[in-house]
C-alpha cells in the first residue's frame, strides 16, 4: 500500500501539469489519513510541487507537518523548503529556515540565491554567492548563470565577463544561457573579439542552431558595428522570429543604416510578421530623419 502511494505520488510529479497539485495534496492527505509518514523523499517532491504551482498555503501546512515529524533537519526536506518558500515569494521565511541549516550543500545555496533573484534583490543575491565561495561549496553552473545574469542586469557588464571567465576556469563549459548572458554583455561595451570568441564556442557546441543564441549573436555583431557578419547570420535563420528581424532591423538602426532598416521592415510586413513596440521604436526615430518623404509617411501609417 505504502510503495502504491508512494509511486502513486512520484507518478504524478512526472507529468506535473497545472491542476495537479489539487491531486497531488488529495493524495498527500490520503496518505496522512491512513496513517502512513511522509518521507525524505515525498516531503521534497510535494514542496516541489508546492514551489511550481505558487501553493503557499499547501506548503506551509506541509511545513507544520514537517515541524511534527523527525525530518526537521534532513537537508533534502530543509532544502526543498528553501526553494518552496522562495518560489513562492517568501525570501525572508526562506532565509530563515537557511541561516538555521547546519548543513549546506550547493542545492541549498542555489536555492536562496535564486529567491533573491527572482524578486530583484541582487545585492543580497551577490553577498550570498561571496559567502557560498567563502564557505568552499562547490558551485554549479546554475548558480553562476544567476549571478552572471544578475551582473547584466544591473549593468555590469565587466564583471559578467569576468564571472563568465571565473566559471570557465573551475571547470565548467558554458551552456546556452551563459553564452546568452555573455553575449548581452558583449553587446553593451562592444567587445567585438570576446564576442567572436562566445560564438565559436557555440559552433564548436553546437549551440548555433538554438534561435536564442542565434539572436544573441545577431545582437552582438549589430552592436559591435560588424553588421556584415550580423546579416550573413540574420540570412541564415530559417525561422525568424520577431526577435530575429528586431535584432537586425535595430542593428540598422543604431548605424544610422536607414536605406537597410526601411528595407528589412517592409520584408518583414510583407512576410507576415507582427512587429511589436520593439520593431517600432527602432524604425519612428527614422521616420522623423528619413529624407525619403514616401517611406517615412509609409511608415507613419502603418504605426497609427
Ligand atoms: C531518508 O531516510 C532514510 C531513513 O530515515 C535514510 O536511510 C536515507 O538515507 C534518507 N535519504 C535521504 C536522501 O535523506
Ligand atoms: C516550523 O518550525 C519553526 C521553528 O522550528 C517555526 O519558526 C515555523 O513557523 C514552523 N512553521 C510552520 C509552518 O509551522
Given at each position: 500500500m505504502f510503495c502504491i502511494l508512494c509511486l502513486g505520488i512520484f507518478l504524478f510529479l512526472r507529468m506535473l501539469a497545472k491542476g495537479v497539485l489539487r491531486m497531488l495534496s488529495f493524495a498527500y492527505k490520503q496518505m496522512v489519513y491512513k496513517g502512513i509518514r511522509p518521507d525524505n523523499f515525498t516531503y521534497p517532491s510535494v514542496l516541489k510541487a508546492c514551489g511550481e504551482q505558487l501553493d503557499l498555503g499547501f506548503g506551509m501546512e506541509i511545513h507544520k507537518s514537517i515541524n511534527a515529524s523527525s525530518l526537521e533537519w534532513n537537508l533534502f526536506v530543509q532544502n526543498a523548503l528553501v526553494s518552496m518558500y522562495g518560489k513562492c515569494?517568501?525570501?525572508?521565511?526562506?532565509?530563515?529556515?537557511?541561516?538555521?541549516?547546519?548543513?549546506?550543500?550547493?542545492?541549498?545555496?542555489?536555492?536562496?540565491?535564486?529567491?533573491?533573484?527572482s524578486k530583484g534583490e541582487w545585492g543580497e543575491a551577490f553577498k550570498l554567492f561571496e559567502s557560498m565561495r567563502e564557505s568552499g561549496v562547490e558551485l554549479n553552473i546554475i548558480t553562476w548563470n544567476t549571478i552572471a545574469g544578475g551582473c547584466l542586469r544591473t549593468g555590469n557588464y565587466e564583471g559578467t565577463l569576468k564571472l563568465l571567465c571565473q566559471m570557465r576556469m573551475s571547470g565548467n563549459r558554458l551552456d546556452p544561457v551563459a553564452m546568452i548572458i555573455g553575449l548581452g554583455a558583449c553587446s553593451h561595451i562592444g567587445v567585438l573579439k570576446l564576442g567572436k570568441e562566445i560564438h565559436g564556442l557555440a559552433v564548436r557546441n553546437c549551440f548555433v542552431e538554438y534561435i536564442n543564441v542565434k539572436n544573441a549573436l545577431i545582437n552582438m555583431y549589430c552592436r559591435c558595428g560588424d553588421l556584415m557578419h550580423a546579416y550573413i547570420l540574420f540570412q541564415s535563420v530559417e525561422a525568424k522570429t520577431t526577435i530575429t528581424w528586431n535584432?537586425?532591423?535595430?542593428?540598422?538602426?543604431?548605424?544610422?543604416?536607414?536605406?537597410?532598416?526601411?528595407?528589412?521592415?517592409?520584408?518583414?510586413?510583407?512576410?507576415?510578421?507582427?512587429?511589436?513596440?520593439?520593431?517600432?521604436?527602432?524604425?519612428?526615430?527614422?521616420?522623423?530623419?528619413m529624407a525619403n518623404l514616401q517611406h517615412g509617411k509609409e511608415f507613419h501609417c502603418y504605426i497609427t
Open positions: 515569494g517568501e525570501v525572508d521565511t526562506a532565509r530563515n529556515i537557511f541561516d538555521k541549516m547546519p548543513v549546506k550543500d550547493d542545492v541549498s545555496w542555489n536555492s536562496i540565491i535564486s529567491g533573491y533573484a535584432s537586425m532591423i535595430s542593428g540598422y538602426a543604431h548605424w544610422d543604416r536607414y536605406e537597410e532598416a526601411s528595407f528589412l521592415f517592409r520584408e518583414m510586413l510583407l512576410g507576415d510578421i507582427e512587429p511589436n513596440y520593439v520593431t517600432i521604436a527602432s524604425i519612428l526615430p527614422l521616420c522623423a530623419r
